[in-house]
């Protein structure tokens, strides 16, 4: 029997007229194909590139898409965000316009710790429907896949509080959901043993606890003068690499604490923020595979000077990814594409630096490129479907959002 006749090979759904940005690695620049097509079968990518080529078993889909000469990208991808906290801190940047640096107000009482108040004050549910206007506006842009970490409960109840309300994102949205425990991301308020009695608990018995759960997907920590050493984020390292779990790090931000060499010495997925990072870093970064995800949210909001190391990374080959960094502190952004374009204004990065940052790299970034962030044969059928000219648009623009359609797992959502 033919493929074509055989309806557990048949695809069942086909774009065509389609310019595609595949991304996929081994092709030049971002991998355009002009007079493309895409085909799915149960959720998964079955066929990505010329029209012409379209095999036969794809061209007889029961449901065919006509592009209309529209860009196709891989959903895109938001590899770092605090999605789940409540409440705001507005009045924190009201002080910063009166001069206060972050370090300013983290000392005051605000910063993480009022967030840490916040979140503890109010119950699961809440945190869902504080989150779900914030993820809407993420998925309007195209994105198909986001990072929610933990980190504003700083107690086993909280933090587990946190992360089934991240987890539950996924149920409420047709959208991936990585759950990320950041549980080395303060001192919460209420410790009186210091760094080393919070350290102490957080390996013996908290972070043991969210990982018999299976809540997080990775462990995170804050390796700064205002949070924790690397002396304490390597304690938190060591019993999450024990327990089977990644590691991702907050490096080098306000400071260069050797951040970056610490996490390539884990083995970490990414080192994120990363103004401060110096080239024995740098390079250490490359040797390990970790993934620099920048945060130009961040930057832009706290009104950093400190460019983060671009020339650095490109000559050691490191793998830039980008990020919202989405949180109510430092950077309360809910736009990809806005990101995109502050990467390329504020750090220089070009055109095809930044697309890739928001899906082959941010999926790397994640662990999760053998399943998305390019158009290819066998990954999900993620998409993000462009009323545009050029990809340069989607990084050129500013407040405007050219999506056309959004496909998660084959689906038009």
């Not at 606890?209 to 003068?225: H, K, P, Q, T, Y």
């Amino acid at each position: 029997m033919s493929g074509r006749d055989d309806p557990g090979r048949r695809c069942d759904r086909l774009w065509r007229n389609a310019r595609l940005a595949t991304l996929a690695e081994g092709r030049p620049g971002l991998g355009l194909v002009e007079r493309g097509a895409i085909a799915a079968r149960n959720g998964r990518i079955a066929y990505a590139g010329p029209e012409e080529e379209l095999p036969g078993d794809c061209r007889d889909a029961p449901e065919v898409i006509d592009c209309e000469g529209r860009w196709i990208t891989p959903g895109l991808i938001d590899c770092h965000t605090h999605l789940i906290h409540a409440g705001d801190r507005a009045s924190e940047f009201a002080m910063r316009l009166q001069g206060a640096s972050y370090e300013d107000v983290a000392r005051a009482g605000g910063g993480i710790a009022s967030s840490v108040r916040a979140l503890r004050a109010v119950g699961e549910d809440e945190l869902v429907r504080q989150a779900l206007p914030r993820l809407d506006a993420l998925l309007a842009e195209g994105v198909t896949t986001v990072e929610v970490k933990s980190g504003y409960g700083l107690d086993l109840a909280s933090e587990r509080k946190s992360l089934r309300a991240a987890r539950r994102l996924g149920v409420e949205r047709s959208v991936t959901i990585r759950t990320t425990f950041l549980g080395a991301h303060a001192l919460p308020p209420d410790e009186a043993g210091g760094n080393s009695g919070f350290i102490d608990r957080l390996v013996s018995k908290t972070l043991p606890a969210i990982a018999s759960d299976g809540l997080a997907d990775a462990v995170d920590g804050f390796c700064e003068g205002i949070a924790f050493s690397p002396v304490e984020i390597a304690r938190f390292f060591e019993a999450a690499k024990a327990l089977g779990l990644p590691v991702k790090l907050h490096a080098d931000q306000l400071s260069n604490l050797q951040g970056a060499a610490l996490a390539a010495r884990y083995g970490a997925l990414s080192a994120d923020h990363l103004e401060y990072a110096d080239e024995a870093g740098v390079a250490a970064m490359a040797a390990a595979g970790t993934v620099a995800v920048l945060l130009p949210g961040a930057f832009y909001f706290i009104r950093e000077t400190r460019l983060p190391p671009v020339e650095l990374f490109r000559r050691h080959g490191v793998r830039l990814a980008l990020a919202t960094d989405n949180n109510p502190g430092t950077s309360p952004l809910t736009s990809l594409l806005l990101a995109m374009n502050m990467a390329a204004t504020l750090f220089r990065l070009t055109i095809d630096e930044c697309v890739a940052g928001v899906t082959r790299e941010a999926a790397r970034a994640l662990g999760l490129l053998g399943d998305v962030g390019t158009l290819e044969v066998g990954k999900r059928a993620d998409l993000a479907i462009w009323t545009i000219e050029r990809p340069a648009e989607l990084v050129y623009r500013m407040g405007f959002n050219p999506l056309h359609a959004r496909v998660f797992e084959g689906r038009p959502t």
